[in-house]
């Protein structure tokens, strides 16, 4: 039998079949008790042993989930009628494929979960912006008295949603490429596409496997639903061509009949059928160029969604942005400090430098996911006066950089704070923007630009 045939079977009769989820966080914690709950027999496999996860083990067994810790072992996938994978959970896995020879369906908690959704759903991806354009939607529609419920790679996950059994207008997810490689049915009404860049290289194996699995957003929509993409991004435009949907293009340089655009860089115009709305940004608290390319998305989707205009305006202006993303930490002796904790790769790191006009403190380095550090070169001569790096990847990071600015390599936050501190003048910004992932010093960039913002804090005293 087909997968698809599979897959199509088991969305109707999921109660009493053998369920295989792989990988225990968030995510798969969320798809085992909703599995569980609609009577699955749920099996879930996870790398980590018992004590490294601590209580969270009770809550699943007390559900009657069968448990393997410290390893996969390929038995274990081969007894599941269905494979469920956490975002975390590299497919190429070697027992991962040997259940797609036995032909076992695998599919990721997304997928999951849209068999199950009745609200329509508004998925959000793209290398960079995901978060907060999610957010705003969720806030432009929540404003304008709808019930929103906003997670999937941000907060609760989809099958969390479902738990709650709660009853929203619309779902905004933001969606992963980890989580569309394993997706099969899964349909939003609006697929937002916000940009692409080199990220999660360690991986996806090229930036060709990396862009098509974004793609994948697009992949069941049809002649009914909306694809709103950035124009302005080559690597987006080339992946337009096959897709049914209705196009809603956005962008600086977008002019057509039909789209979202900006005019010098103060007012967002939106153009539908006929008609055209005007968005003034003078009053938006959130800052950069690429924040204005969120918003103009966000913009896209609400007036698809008829959000008028007035509504949408109060929003703008009453959207406070993101924790850890170009978050203002607070403005001492004239020097201001900013959180983009969130910038784990070079191009969001390239728009947070972008985004201001002082001289700037650059606070960089983590985990390597890959990227090419180079090309944050050019930038940071315009923009950069002193750079600090620290984390496993600052080595390579100063190879990659030498002789464009002055640069000093330490071994954690709190130095690199104090030693941006003393560099500083005023009219000066100190930014963490990271370029790299938090996996070498912390649990995540949360718990990363949570530690800056507390050493940040001292230097009042």
């Given at each position: 039998?087909?997968v698809k045939t599979r897959i199509e079977d088991l969305k109707k009769k999921l109660k009493e079949k053998s369920v295989v ?93 849209s068999w199950f959704l009745n609200p329509p759903i508004i998925a959000v991806t793209g290398t960079n912006g995901k978060s ?252 950069v006066k002193a750079l600090i790096l620290m984390g496993e990847a600052k080595k390579k990071m100063k190879e990659a950089l ?60």
């Amino acid at each position: 039998m087909k997968v698809k045939t599979r897959i199509e079977d088991l969305k109707k009769k999921l109660k009493e079949k053998s369920v295989v989820v792989v990988g225990m966080a968030r995510t798969g914690m969320a798809a085992a008790e909703f599995l569980a709950k609609v009577g699955a027999k749920v099996i879930v496999t996870e790398i980590k042993t018992e004590g490294e996860l601590g209580t969270t083990v009770h809550r699943l067994r007390s559900l009657g989930v069968e448990l393997e810790l410290g390893g996969h072992s390929p038995q274990i996938f081969l007894r599941g009628d269905l494979i469920v994978l956490s975002p975390g959970v590299n497919p190429a896995l070697p027992p991962l494929e040997r259940a797609r020879v036995e032909g076992i369906p695998i599919v990721s908690e997304i997928e999951l979960a849209s068999w199950f959704l009745n609200p329509p759903i508004i998925a959000v991806t793209g290398t960079n912006g995901k978060s907060t354009t999610s957010s705003l939607i969720g806030h432009i529609l929540s404003r304008w008295g709808k019930k929103v419920f906003v997670g999937g790679n941000i907060g609760t996950p989809l099958t969390g949603y479902l738990l709650q059994g709660e009853n929203a207008d619309y779902i905004v997810a933001e969606i992963s490429s980890f989580q569309l490689e394993a997706i099969c049915s899964f349909r939003p009404w609006i697929a937002l596409l916000l940009n692409l860049g080199e990220d999660h290289l360690d991986r996806h194996p090229t930036f060709s496997s990396y862009a098509e699995a974004k793609r994948k957003i697009f992949l069941n929509q049809g002649p009914g639903d909306w694809a709103v993409v950035n124009d302005d991004d080559a690597a987006v435009a080339n992946l337009t061509t096959e897709i049914r949907a209705q196009l809603l293009p956005f962008g600086r340089k977008w002019r057509g009949e039909m789209g979202v655009t900006l005019e010098d860089e103060k007012v967002i115009i939106y153009k539908g059928r006929g008609d055209e709305e005007r968005f003034p940004l003078e009053r938006v608290k959130i800052i950069g160029m690429h924040n204005a390319e969120n918003i103009m998305a966000a913009v896209g989707a609400a007036k698809i969604c008829g959000v008028p205009r007035e509504a949408i305006q109060e929003s703008l202006e009453s959207f406070a942005g993101l924790e850890h993303r170009l978050e203002l930490v607070g403005k001492w002796r004239g020097v201001s400090f900013y959180n983009d904790s969130k910038a784990t790769n070079v191009a969001s790191s390239i728009r947070a430098l972008m985004s201001f006009k002082q001289p700037i403190i650059l606070l960089a380095g983590g985990r390597d996911k890959g990227g090419d550090y180079s090309s944050l070169r050019e930038v940071i001569k315009e923009r950069v006066k002193a750079l600090i790096l620290m984390g496993e990847a600052k080595k390579k990071m100063k190879e990659a950089l030498q002789g464009s600015v002055l640069t000093h390599m330490v071994e954690g936050m709190e130095e690199g704070v104090t030693l941006a501190w003393k560099l500083a003048h005023q009219g000066d910004v100190v930014l963490l923007s990271p370029a790299c992932s938090s996996f070498d010093m912390y649990k995540d960039y949360r718990e990363r630009g949570t530690t800056f913002k507390e050493i940040t804090l001292k230097l009042r005293k």
